[in-house]
C-alpha cells in the first residue's frame, strides 16, 4: 500500500515563503510523476505544477517565476517553494502522484490529504 504525505502549510504574510513537502511512504512502487494542485476557498481545484521522473518541471501561469517544483527520487519526495506569496494564493494544497505497484505494474493516481496555505495581506 503507498500513501502521500504532506506537509509544510502554515499562515504567512504576503511576500513571505513556504516549503510544501510530500512525501510517499509504502513499499513495493514506482513513481512516475509528480504534481502539485490547490483548491482556494470556494473554487474548484487547479493544477499548481508538475515535475517529470527526470526532473523536467511545468507550471501553470499563476506560479511562474514563485514556485519551484522539485523531487527527491531517494526520498520518494516532492517539494513546492513557493516565494513571493500573495493572497490570492490562499489555498489548500494537494500533492499528487502516479504510481506503478509492483508486481502486477498497476498504475494508481494517488492523492494527499491536503495541506493549508494561508497567505495573509
Known amino acids: 500500500q503507498v500513501q502521500l504525505v504532506e506537509s509544510g502549510g502554515g499562515l504567512v504574510q504576503a511576500g513571505g515563503s513556504l516549503r510544501l513537502s510530500c512525501a510517499a511512504a509504502?513499499?513495493?512502487?514506482?513513481?512516475?510523476?509528480m504534481a502539485w494542485h490547490r483548491q482556494p476557498p470556494g473554487k474548484p481545484r487547479e493544477w499548481v505544477a508538475s515535475?517529470?521522473?527526470?526532473?523536467?518541471?511545468t507550471y501553470a501561469d499563476s506560479g511562474k517565476g514563485r514556485f519551484t517544483i522539485s523531487r527527491d527520487n531517494v526520498k520518494n519526495t516532492v517539494y513546492l517553494q513557493m516565494n513571493s506569496l500573495k493572497p490570492e494564493d490562499t489555498a489548500t494544497y494537494y500533492c499528487?502522484?502516479?504510481?506503478?505497484?509492483?508486481?502486477?505494474?498497476?498504475?494508481?493516481?494517488?492523492w494527499g490529504q491536503g495541506t493549508l496555505v494561508t497567505v495573509s495581506s
Open positions: 499528487n502522484a502516479g504510481v506503478e505497484v509492483y508486481p502486477s505494474y498497476r498504475y494508481l493516481d494517488l
Open positions: 509504502g513499499s513495493g512502487f514506482r513513481i512516475v510523476d
Open positions: 515535475v517529470t521522473g527526470g526532473g523536467t518541471p
